[in-house]
């Protein structure tokens, strides 16, 4: 999930602006949450993009 769209129940502002100082601990816990460039991918996605991959990888080898 991403901060952008959270409402603050503190202050009422969006959490990504960090007014009050709940908004900026959400906020940095929210970062941290969030890894990498997979983070967001569920583990069904992961498995559709390497075989996806894999399959393209073949195709490229027979072409050859």
Do not use: K, W
């Not at 769209?5 to 929210?30: H, Y």
């Not at 970062?31 to 559709?48: I, S």
């Amino acid at each position: 999930m991403t901060y952008d769209r959270l409402v603050c129940a503190n202050c009422a502002a969006p959490v990504s602006e960090g007014r009050c100082p709940v908004c900026r601990a959400s906020r940095e816990r929210l970062q941290h949450q969030t890894g990498g460039m997979f983070a967001q991918l569920n583990p069904v996605m992961l498995v559709a993009l390497l075989i996806i991959l894999i399959a393209v990888g073949l195709l490229l080898q027979q072409t050859v």
